[in-house]
């Protein structure tokens, strides 16, 4: 069952197109990498298929549903209830504790503090950072900043989790680790995963890799599109 | 990839460090150990030993019988020791000639054929080499893994990476070396 799927993509920047026509379908329990160079767009393609940003032509549908003609209130309804996204870092509130962190989109959704904490520990517990429950952001390490963060988007156990560039700010070994729990437990609830890197060590962990270059997928599997005399395409 | 081979002689001795052992267990150990790496041949195993025994560095330390075949157990020598602690102090060269079948398969393509041909290479050689990442990411995330197991493909994983951003350089100064010739 097809989960996402957008349909000739485009969004401008002012004058500069960062998606050109983007057509592509992630499948129900599928992590797919979205890879290519700095610039190629592929952190607005995962804001479009995440319902963050409208694209201005083409279409973009969760199960069949075209979000991209919903409103505001109703992408955002989407995004709390069914979506969890994870970022490169600046995400925890720095003047909540970890716990309180976790559990906030849980008590944005109309949840019980009692309930919502309990949630939020279950979770912090699975990525093994339920001792940092009342520490806030700035006394914990980048990689345990991430964990926190990673259980803050799962909280809600949304079928779809987006992380854009997720251990871009974390050492070698910080990153595996967070690798490995976001897989673990994707699989685990066969959360669907759109995870964007520009790093092929990173791709490597994902189902699937889709290249963008300048704004199109590119289907040499490379990035490089650079038209030579003769070439087809 | 990276092309230094393996000091089997060296990795013996360390394996002798632990206590003697005779050369089937010396095989098994070196594979365990060494898990990614070309799994040593018997034959290899005891012509090593027989250099090793010449040259002082290890002895025989009895035979055993278990069942099958007498089998003479190996013992490192203060020599041995002396030698082992000596290459662990030294420092490897770090890439004193650059030879890589793929560096000169590229060169020769260029040499060659003409760029979309060498292009075809690389990006094939690109798809091979992202899809033994991805066997190499499962390998060392798999529960099994053992650390043995993950150092190993740490450093296949870490020479896939170098080999894959030399390639995409590699892609982009072709197609400018190209455009340049051909503008």
């Known amino acids: ?233 | 990839m990276n092309s230094g081979a393996v000091s089997t002689p060296h990795v013996l001795l360390a394996l002798l460090a632990a206590g003697a052992r005779h050369g089937y267990e010396l095989k098994r150990a070196h594979d365990e150990r060494l898990p990614r790496a070309r799994p040593l041949a018997f034959g290899q195993v005891y012509s090593t030993l027989g250099r090793l025994q010449r040259d002082g560095l290890v002895a025989p330390a009895g035979q055993e019988r278990e069942g099958g075949p007498e089998r003479t157990a190996y013992a490192l020598t203060a020599d041995g020791r002396a030698a082992l602690e000596r290459w662990l102090a030294e420092v490897e060269p770090p890439m004193p000639y650059v030879t890589s079948t793929l560096l000169a398969k590229v060169v020769v393509a260029l040499l060659v054929s003409d760029v979309e041909t060498a292009r075809a290479c690389l990006v094939a050689q690109w798809q091979a080499h992202t899809a033994r990442l991805r066997e190499l990411t499962a390998v060392k995330t798999a529960p099994s893994a053992s650390l043995d197991d993950v150092l190993a493909a740490d450093f296949a994983i870490a020479h896939l990476d170098a080999d894959l951003r030399w390639l995409r350089t590699t892609l982009e100064r072709v197609a400018d070396w190209h455009r340049e010739v051909h503008s």
Request: aromatic share 4%; glycine share 10%; with cysteine.
């Open chain 1, 1 to 233: 069952m097809t989960e996402l799927q957008a349909r000739g993509v485009v969004k401008t920047y002012g004058r500069t197109p960062a998606l050109r026509g983007v057509t592509l379908d992630v499948a129900e329990g599928e992590i797919v990498a979205v890879t290519g160079p700095s610039g190629c767009g592929k952190s607005t393609l995962l804001h479009c298929l995440a319902g963050i940003l409208r694209p201005d032509a083409g279409e973009v549908s969760w199960h069949g549903h075209r979000i991209d003609t919903w409103s505001e209130a109703a992408r955002s309804r989407l995004r709390r209830t069914e979506f969890g996204v994870l970022f490169q870092f600046g995400q925890l509130v720095a003047e909540l504790t970890a716990a309180e962190n976790v559990a906030l989109p849980l008590l944005l959704a109309g949840t019980r503090r009692r309930e919502a904490r309990t949630a939020a520990l279950s979770w912090m517990d699975r990525l093994g950072v339920v001792d940092l429950a009342d520490v806030r952001p700035g006394e914990m390490s980048g990689g345990q900043q991430q964990r926190c963060a990673m259980a803050r988007a799962l909280v809600t156990e949304p079928r779809v989790l987006f992380a854009d560039e997720p251990t871009g700010a974390l050492d070698t070994l910080a990153s595996e680790q967070v690798l490995i729990q976001l897989v673990r437990l994707a699989r685990e609830q066969r959360t669907t995963v759109v995870l964007v890197t520009h790093e092929p060590q990173i791709a490597a962990y994902a189902d699937r890799e889709v290249i963008l270059r300048d704004g199109m997928v590119d289907h040499t599997g490379l990035g490089l599109d650079t038209p030579l005399p003769g070439s087809r395409r």
